[in-house]
């Protein structure tokens, strides 16, 4: 898309998004208050899916902002209720090793960019491989106007039921290690009894205190 | 959350939540020409319900959708998935070969459009059902969220 000519309107959008995403990140790396933390990681992945459709990955953008956004906010501050509120301060000699490896993970990172393609060069191996094959026959074969969704689901049908198990897989495991949350409900319609009969009020209605 | 010093949150959500269910539904159904598809429309779909839960309370969440329900719509929808594969098994073809569904040539598309709302569906059930029973295993431990927490 960049290829022709450099936008520089792009180019402004891409600094001003991944500047952002900076400010919010060390934000996140200074801040105590867990709740303020959680909300700024929810903002982290509004503004990457912001970004990922300023690059034209419109798809990733969307599952950014309902997944990052919307979904791991909501979870973390169901987590963040069953803990402290603060997180501890650490010693700074002890955050030198950590600053260390995300350098070092840092130059890695900008070092291997320097061989990726542009955005969007018809060059590029993901482009004059299998998805040029896509882009040309997906039409014929199944007749849906959006390329993403053949590639989805008919292509790659395998992957993609891999991944809907993996997910199904994963909500049963945090169901099973942390329980169904069934116990809230209980808890409710147990304190709903306890104040709604005042006159024939019972005394065995109080042992249902004890919580594990 | 008995006091009523939430009541603009309350009723800006009581708005916003059928908005979110149709945005869903149209990214479920409308995936076939633009972006979206089942496993974003099931997140939105979850998250509707998830924001329910956030402003009313998470236990009158669970009576509206039970948490025996989500991980029940979880199953049917990876079981919905894999039953297409076998589908296209029983008509002949290979596992999850939608072109097999109807036994049609080769350019026909009939089976592709049916075999790929059907997986989507399946994604769709699936991941939502999946998502909230994550957040009720995170959110149902703890009663009722009170108003020093936020």
Avoid at chain 1, 21 to 43: E, H, N, Q
Avoid at chain 2, 125 to 147: K, N, P, Q
Wanted: with cysteine; hydrophobic share 50%.
């Amino acid at each position: 898309m960049a290829m022709s000519e450099p936008d520089i309107g792009l180019a402004l959008v891409n600094i001003v998004l991944l500047g952002l995403l900076f400010v919010v990140a060390i934000a996140i790396a200074r801040l105590r208050s867990l709740f303020a933390i959680v909300m700024l990681s929810g903002i982290y992945s509004l503004v990457s899916a912001a970004w990922y459709v300023a690059v034209d990955a419109v798809d990733v953008g969307f599952t950014e902002a309902a997944v990052g956004a919307g979904m791991s906010t909501a979870v973390l501050l169901g987590a963040m209720l069953l803990t402290s509120r603060t997180a501890k301060p650490e010693k700074s000699l002890r955050q030198l090793g950590p600053l260390l490896v995300c350098v070092a993970t840092g130059i890695m990172l900008i070092y291997a960019t320097v061989d990726l393609p542009a955005v969007g060069d018809p060059n590029s191996p993901a482009n004059t491989g299998v998805g040029l094959t896509y882009l040309r026959v997906a039409w014929y074969d199944t007749g849906i106007e959006n390329v993403v969704t053949p590639v989805l689901g008919s292509y790659r049908g395998f992957d993609t039921l891999g991944e809907t198990t993996v997910v199904f897989v994963a909500g049963i495991a945090v169901a099973l290690l942390l329980g169904f949350g069934e116990r809230s409900l209980a808890e409710t319609i147990r304190n709903e009894d306890k104040s709604l009969p005042k006159a024939n009020k019972k005394p065995e209605a109080e042992d249902g205190e004890t919580d594990s | 959350m008995k006091s009523d010093h939430h009541v603009i949150l309350r009723v800006i959500t009581k708005t916003l939540i059928p908005v979110i269910v149709l945005f869903g539904l149209y990214v479920q159904f409308h995936g076939d020409f633009g972006p979206g598809g089942g496993f974003q429309a099931g997140v939105i779909l979850a998250v509707a319900i998830i924001l329910y839960a956030l402003v009313f309370g998470v236990p009158s969440a669970m009576r509206a959708v039970p948490p025996a329900f989500t991980r029940s719509v979880a199953a049917v929808g990876v079981l919905l998935y894999a039953g297409v594969g076998f589908w296209a098994l029983l008509q002949g073809g290979q596992y999850l070969e939608y072109q097999a569904l109807f036994g049609e040539e080769p350019g026909g598309h009939h089976g592709q459009h049916v075999g790929i709302i059907l997986i989507e569906l399946g994604v769709l059930f699936g991941v939502s059902g999946a998502m909230l029973t994550i957040f009720y295993a995170f959110a149902g431990r703890v009663a009722e969220i009170r108003d020093e927490d936020w």
